[in-house]
């Protein structure tokens, strides 16, 4: 399974992003509305200088309090997120995922960001081709 096919079967939500700047109180709100993982962070919303997720707030409150609610998105992002293409397979893109430790990831097409997939995204897609495999190798083996 591809990239596409996952982002094709999630529909067209677009991909939630935030302008550097963004107070992290204001992320905890969109994340909490929109019940989503994570934002991407970026100017125009084409392209991905960074991503927050629910982790990196709570690690920041861990260590600094409340406080961190008042800073600002482009000291707790992560830049430069790994990113990956449309034709990226699911294999690969969750291979990626477990050995970095993060469950979002942008799509991006010639430096521009067309989605956005998370780790669930992923393995229900994933789980889905097998039970797809599975109904199949059933089928041949009862005659059908």
């Not at 969109?30 to 200088?49: F, H, M, W, Y």
């Not at 997720?53 to 992002?77: F, N, P, T, W, Y």
């Amino acid at each position: 399974m591809l990239v596409h096919q996952i982002l094709r079967s999630k529909g067209d939500d677009g991909v939630v992003t935030v302008k550097p700047g963004t107070l992290i109180s204001d992320v905890a709100q969109i994340l909490a509305e929109r019940r989503i993982g994570g934002v991407v962070v970026s100017k125009d919303g084409q392209v991905a200088t960074g991503i927050v997720s629910e982790r990196d707030i709570v690690r920041a409150l861990a260590v600094r309090g409340a406080v961190c609610l008042s800073e600002k998105v482009d000291d707790m992002m992560t830049r430069n997120p790994v990113c990956c293409t449309r034709n990226d397979s699911a294999d690969d893109v969750l291979t990626r995922m477990t050995e970095g430790r993060f469950r979002h990831m942008p799509v991006v097409e010639e430096g521009v960001l067309v989605g956005i997939v998370t780790i669930g995204d992923v393995v229900k897609a994933r789980l889905s081709e097998l039970s797809m495999e599975k109904e199949a190798l059933e089928g041949m083996i009862m005659g059908h």
